[in-house]
């Protein structure tokens, strides 16, 4: 394991910006037939899947949006669709898909919902026939609300979607406004409680805020209207100016010096209203905690599959690797039989480990014994100087279970995960599909030849 002296840990006198969702870093060109072989460097992490699946299209472009995004083209659309379903019948025949469980299925995008629930019913379908679901097993379509109706949310529910998410950002026009979205407030409000009368086991959205010139008494109307619909669950995200290619970069930056005061308003505010602070950004009304983040995260680590052009397969088989972005030409490679990867990385024991912490600490507890059973040594062990540099900054507390984040570190979870990167990853920022639209790699590998290896 990769050793810091203490002077070597990140300094703390900045907020980490970047949100770590993503890890190991440090992906390139790599032999894609491995992802087929038993990987002996990683022991086994977890007896579950999390499946993701990617709708890239979009009906409406929004200015500040840092993700792949293709203008929708129906036809293509469908045609994407089979391609998908192939690819999520390929990955079934896995020995690591076989023998485990899938908790959580989450459709994204892009637009997810530009799905028609006859394509919805159809990949599930697949899903269903292909891999081993728990009974309870999450079921999420995220939404635009301007894609959707009563009638969609009833059908899609039928096709066996358990849990909406909505891409609010804020119910407050002027906001809306500064972000440049194409929303309405009043028909937010409507499709969310349509949402919650459809019968959904969770209902969600996501919350924007250090919007330009925003106070902490508009922040509060925002959270408000979220409590008082009734949402389940709230993704509450502070606005990263540069991520989001604003062009007002400099009075966003200016807005960054009460970032801090929002953040902890936030915390009070929701967990006085029965909100659980599950992971960083999520909270979560009890018993609608999102599975798909706390599994992949939290102890034990799932393994994923995700599927579809930008999609990022996480953790499989001690791999994580990256589709290529461009949805023509994943449909074109799919047809081809050829893996549509784009790059990815092989771990080493090192990554593995690292991993347990940069995204686990996201979810504000570390159990301990989960990494002794999987490594066979105490994470206070392996990484004794991090631990040590942060319990100076009382930003983590070490006790007998678990490595806890403190309610000072949570302000800095970012640079609390950065501390844990190993060497090859240190300075890597985590990934925007917008940067990896054009890339190719060396070469694609037929997927035929892997798959019959297993
Ligand atoms: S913000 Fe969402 S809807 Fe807008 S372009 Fe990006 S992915 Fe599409």
Known sequence: MNKYSSSEILDYDKRGDCYTWCYPLDLSNFNTQNIWSQNEQIPKLSDTLTLYVHIPYCKFICSMCPFTHEKLDQ????????????????????????????????????????????????????????????????????????????????????????????????????????????????????VISDALGVGFNTVACDIMYNLPEQSIDNLRKDLEMAVDLGIQGLSVYALDPEVRQL???????????????????????????????????????????????????????????????????????????????????YIELMKSNKMPILMGKQWDINDAMSRYLVLGARCLTIPLDVYQNTFGIGLDQTFKYEITRLEELGYVKLTTDSLEITKEGMYYIDNISKTFFSFSNRGLSQFWGCSLRDKLPERFYEFEEESHKV
């Open 75 to 190: 036809r293509e659309l469908d045609e994407y669709v089979e391609m998908l379903i192939k690819e999520i019948s390929t990955y079934s025949h896995h020995k690591i898909s076989k023998e485990s469980i899938v908790t959580s299925i989450y459709f994204g995008g892009g637009t997810a919902s530009l799905l028609s629930p006859y394509h919805v019913e159809k990949i599930l379908s697949v899903i269903n026939w292909s891999y081993n679901l728990a009974s309870n097993c999450e079921i999420t379509l995220e939404c635009h609300p301007n894609t959707v109706d009563n009638k969609y949310l009833e059908q899609i529910k039928d096709s066996g979607i358990n849990r909406v998410s909505f891409g609010i950002q804020s119910f407050q026009k002027e906001n809306i406004e500064k972000l440049g979205l194409l929303q309405i407030p009043e028909k937010n409000i409507k």
């Open 247 to 329: 062009k007002s970069i400099q009075q966003i930056k200016e807005q960054q010096k009460i970032e801090k005061e929002m953040f902890y308003y936030i915390n009070t505010f929701l967990t006085n209203n029965d909100f659980v602070h599950v992971a960083q950004p999520d909270y979560s009304k009890k018993g609608h905690e999102n599975r798909q983040i706390r599994d992949l995260w939290g102890a034990a680590q799932s393994y994923n599959l995700s599927f579809g052009a930008g999609a990022f397969s996480e953790s499989f088989n001690g791999f994580t690797w990256a589709n290529i972005h461009d949805p023509k030409k």
